[in-house]
């Protein structure tokens, strides 16, 4: 897969970022972009000028 690193806009939220780069902004996909980006405390804050990485996103399988 591929990461992209992106610079956040002013107005951007995570969910929004989350849309615009996997094409749905469900939980999933947020989470997803938390678990990459550790220094994101709190995803309803993102400030314009942040890095942020976005990889590709791969569906977790639980094995059983």
């Known amino acids: 897969g591929r ?3 992106r610079s956040v806009k002013g ?7 989350a849309r615009e780069t996997y094409g749905s902004p469900d939980k999933e996909y947020v989470e ?4 990459h ?3 994101i405390a ?7 000028g ?3 990485l ?3 996103y791969q569906k ?3 094995s059983p």
């Open 11 to 17: 107005g951007e939220s995570l969910s929004l970022i």
């Open 42 to 48: 709190d995803p309803d804050f993102i400030v314009p």
């Open 60 to 62: 977790e399988t639980v």
């Open 3 to 5: 990461t992209v690193i």
């Open 32 to 35: 997803w972009v938390k678990r």
């Open 50 to 52: 942040q890095e942020i």
């Open 54 to 56: 976005l990889p590709d």
């Open 37 to 39: 980006n550790p220094h």
